[in-house]
């Protein structure tokens, strides 16, 4: 697909192509940024990239998505505000420069089908790409982790949102049929099997994430300033990934009754996904579900991230035959649901809930069954 856009836009082949993949989180939201544990699995969905060496410092770039094209000097990388889309190349490409790995121009032309702004993390999977892209182009031998910070830093310093570190790291080293334990803290993981008789199926609310930004920066604030007050009580914590369910009993006075509230989200998800990462080792599928579910009620009810219309796909989810479990995925606010379902009760699930939300609230959603896949460092494509 990709090849043959790069053909009509550049006229020969591409010397290189790589792909990175969209993801969904099974449990552990809002606690990367808490230094705590997440498990998303990659998606087979993907950003793709192609292109070929220049031989002066200029990037030309072509969008196949929005049908834009723009460039750049190699030695002036500013952002762009009327070509936003390349932005995560251009932070990518300037970190990369200054961290002394010398590039070269290109042209280059990208494009995929993760859906935008949906909580699927396409941006992500496009810093991803980018840095894989010109690994490879340049013929770099660049450490996994390093190309998962930096495509990071891209998002956190140059586009300006202040995201964890989870989307990349899944996109970079999700693994085929397997979920991703991670310790956000010392970047420690390991892949966990997802059995093949059960299907996670992503429902897409259809609403932007319009309100995500700002609230997620509250929420971060948030976590910030209850550590700050667990530590005058006494707790000897860096973060709340420190905090364990008891001791936020016993400190409970320290703390407002709102930042009481998204610090249980925290520490009770975390807690959740050691349990999940777990029973889905042991098989224990329907545990898994549940915790799943109290996943869900937990960033409702305490961090207050989910919509009127994720709580519709949840419920709904939640009343089918063959759902283990059902809950909000990504930084919330729209976007999407995860949902883990017997595999033979895929169909019936996908047509119920559809039916169901057109009904409730006369919105179409967007279904997905998704592949666990490989991430970009993973394919043999993309690999150094
Ligand atoms: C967004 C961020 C991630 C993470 C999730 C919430 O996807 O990019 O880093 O914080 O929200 O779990």
């Given at each position: 697909m990709i090849e043959s856009a790069f053909k009509g836009i550049c006229g020969s082949s591409p010397e290189v192509v790589v792909h990175a993949p969209g993801r969904v989180n099974l449990i552990g939201e809002h606690t990367d940024y808490n230094d705590g544990f997440v498990l998303p699995a990659a998606i087979d969905r993907f950003i793709e990239f192609a292109g070929r060496r220049r031989a002066d410092r200029t990037v030309r770039v072509h969008s196949t998505d929005f049908q834009d094209s723009t460039e750049?000097?190699?030695?002036?990388?500013?952002?762009?505000?009327?070509?936003?889309?390349?932005?995560?190349?251009?932070?990518?490409?300037?970190?990369?420069?200054?961290?002394?790995?010398?590039?070269?121009?290109?042209?280059?032309v990208f494009g995929g089908n993760v859906p935008r702004e949906s909580g699927l993390s396409s941006s992500a999977a496009v810093e991803v790409a980018a840095t894989t892209f010109w690994q490879r182009l340049m013929g770099f031998k660049l450490d996994p982790v390093y190309v998962v910070k930096l495509s990071r830093r891209a998002e956190n310093e140059f586009v300006g949102v202040p995201c964890g570190i989870?989307?990349?790291f899944i996109s970079a080293l999700g693994r085929a049929e397997h979920a991703l334990f991670l310790d956000c803290r010392d970047l420690s993981y390991r892949h966990v099997p997802l059995r093949g008789d059960v299907k996670v199926i992503v429902c897409n609310t259809g609403i932007k994430r319009a309100l995500a930004q700002s609230e997620y920066e509250v929420r971060l604030k948030q976590c910030n300033q209850a550590v700050a007050q667990l530590k005058t009580v006494g707790l000897a914590i860096k973060n709340l990934r420190d905090v364990d369910p008891e001791d936020l009993d016993t400190a409970s006075d320290a703390l407002s009754e709102i930042l009481l509230r998204r610090a249980r989200h925290v520490v009770t998800e975390n807690a959740r996904v050691l349990e999940a990462v777990k029973v889905l080792e042991e098989g224990d599928l329907e545990r898994f579900g549940e915790l799943m579910n109290a996943s869900h009620e937990s960033l409702r009810d305490d961090y207050e991230v989910s919509s009127k219309e994720l709580d519709v796909l949840v419920e709904l989810a939640w009343k089918q035959p063959g759902t283990l479990g059902a809950r909000m995925t990504g930084a919330g606010f729209g976007g999407c649901t995860v949902n883990l379902v017997?595999?033979?009760?895929?169909?019936?699930?996908?047509?119920?809930?559809s039916r169901g939300y057109q009904e409730t609230l006369s919105m179409k959603a967007e279904i997905y069954v998704c592949r666990a896949s490989d991430g970009a460092l993973a394919t043999p494509a993309a690999g150094p």
């Amino acid at each position: 697909m990709i090849e043959s856009a790069f053909k009509g836009i550049c006229g020969s082949s591409p010397e290189v192509v790589v792909h990175a993949p969209g993801r969904v989180n099974l449990i552990g939201e809002h606690t990367d940024y808490n230094d705590g544990f997440v498990l998303p699995a990659a998606i087979d969905r993907f950003i793709e990239f192609a292109g070929r060496r220049r031989a002066d410092r200029t990037v030309r770039v072509h969008s196949t998505d929005f049908q834009d094209s723009t460039e750049f000097s190699l030695d002036d990388i500013q952002k762009d505000s009327e070509h936003r889309w390349s932005n995560y190349l251009r932070g990518v490409s300037k970190f990369l420069e200054s961290d002394g790995h010398k590039l070269t121009g290109a042209d280059i032309v990208f494009g995929g089908n993760v859906p935008r702004e949906s909580g699927l993390s396409s941006s992500a999977a496009v810093e991803v790409a980018a840095t894989t892209f010109w690994q490879r182009l340049m013929g770099f031998k660049l450490d996994p982790v390093y190309v998962v910070k930096l495509s990071r830093r891209a998002e956190n310093e140059f586009v300006g949102v202040p995201c964890g570190i989870m989307d990349q790291f899944i996109s970079a080293l999700g693994r085929a049929e397997h979920a991703l334990f991670l310790d956000c803290r010392d970047l420690s993981y390991r892949h966990v099997p997802l059995r093949g008789d059960v299907k996670v199926i992503v429902c897409n609310t259809g609403i932007k994430r319009a309100l995500a930004q700002s609230e997620y920066e509250v929420r971060l604030k948030q976590c910030n300033q209850a550590v700050a007050q667990l530590k005058t009580v006494g707790l000897a914590i860096k973060n709340l990934r420190d905090v364990d369910p008891e001791d936020l009993d016993t400190a409970s006075d320290a703390l407002s009754e709102i930042l009481l509230r998204r610090a249980r989200h925290v520490v009770t998800e975390n807690a959740r996904v050691l349990e999940a990462v777990k029973v889905l080792e042991e098989g224990d599928l329907e545990r898994f579900g549940e915790l799943m579910n109290a996943s869900h009620e937990s960033l409702r009810d305490d961090y207050e991230v989910s919509s009127k219309e994720l709580d519709v796909l949840v419920e709904l989810a939640w009343k089918q035959p063959g759902t283990l479990g059902a809950r909000m995925t990504g930084a919330g606010f729209g976007g999407c649901t995860v949902n883990l379902v017997r595999a033979d009760a895929a169909d019936a699930f996908a047509e119920a809930v559809s039916r169901g939300y057109q009904e409730t609230l006369s919105m179409k959603a967007e279904i997905y069954v998704c592949r666990a896949s490989d991430g970009a460092l993973a394919t043999p494509a993309a690999g150094p």
